[in-house]
């Protein structure tokens, strides 16, 4: 019955793939149909029916080898979880469509072919699905990881002067790189000043505020004197509200006045030169 299904879907499958895209396209929540090229799209569009086929004809070795190659394609394009299942979902109800259109079902055989729908839908939504999740956790975390080495990175700005720009959300683990990175590019640029910068920091709490400390006490161990710039007004509340108590740092609220005051502490100054 399996493989009748499997030749069915094989024997109709562009007019099934068109009547899916239809409805895939009315779904509004995913832009994958509004700005991917046709071209694209048909083959994408291709390889899922292949896919589908595959999961009933195909060794599971096979089947597996397509379908992770399938999860990467479709999370680089940006597919939801529930695109996915949608997607699915779509195209069991636009199969059961054409194969009633078709008289292909009637009353002696439908409970069966349901049956088998059923059966063969179930696994195949759960593999789909878990082979998308892995490939998915997969990327986030190769991009968490590329943005924690280029957001905890030590600069130097002139000599004797340090920036570190910190993006995101500060976590137990970036504090840690953080940490690392800030005592490394200290002692090898040979810091005397070091600005953190929390301008693209989006919240700081008890915890943040925490690491932020840890990590000024760490610079002032190796003879260097950390700076907290980038405070913005909301973050300035946060800070009197929750009573953290930053009075060991210098803090400013631009980079501008950060430099000015970096410049102070190392016996220089920015001045302005009278053109002749």
């Known amino acids: 019955m399996n493989k009748q299904i499997a030749g069915y879907i ?11 895209t239809v409805k895939m396209e009315e779904e509004n ?15 994408t569009v291709r390889e899922f029916g292949d896919l589908i ?3 009933l004809t195909e060794s599971e070795e096979i089947y597996k080898v397509k ?8 999370v680089q394009y940006g597919w939801s979880v529930s ?3 949608k997607a699915l979902t779509n195209f069991t109800n636009v199969l059961y469509v054409k194969m009633d259109e078709d008289g292909y079902l009637n009353e002696q055989n439908i409970q069966s072919y349901m049956e088998i ?3 063969w839908m179930t696994p195949l939504t759960h593999s789909i699905v878990e082979a998308y999740s892995k490939v998915w956790d997969r990327t986030v975390q190769v991009q968490k990881m590329a943005l924690q080495e280029l957001s905890a990175s030590l600069i130097p700005m002139f000599d004797k002067i340090s920036v570190m720009p910190l993006v995101g959300t500060i976590d137990t683990e970036r504090a840690k790189l953080i940490m690392e990175n800030l005592l490394h590019g200290v002692v090898k640029h040979r810091a005397e000043v070091v600005l953190l910068d929390i301008t693209g920091v989006p919240v700081v709490d008890t915890m943040v505020a925490h690491h932020i400390i840890q990590a000024a006490d760490a610079v002032r161990l190796v003879g260097a004197k950390c700076m907290l710039v980038g405070i913005r007004p909301e973050i300035a509340q946060t800070i009197v509200a929750l009573g953290i108590n930053l009075n060991d740092f210098t803090t400013t609220s ?3 006045k950060g430099v000015e005051q970096a410049l102070a502490l190392t016996n220089r100054a920015i001045v302005e030169v009278d053109e002749q």
Do not use: A, G, P, Y
């Open 10 to 20: 094989h024997e109709h499958l562009d007019e099934i793939l068109e009547k899916w």
């Open 29 to 43: 929540d995913d832009r994958f149909f509004q700005i991917m090229s046709d071209q694209v799209i048909n083959s």
């Open 53 to 55: 086929i595959s999961s």
């Open 67 to 74: 379908l992770n190659e399938f999860s990467v394609k479709v």
């Open 83 to 85: 695109f996915v299942l």
């Open 117 to 119: 729908i059923n059966n």
């Open 254 to 256: 631009t980079m501008q």
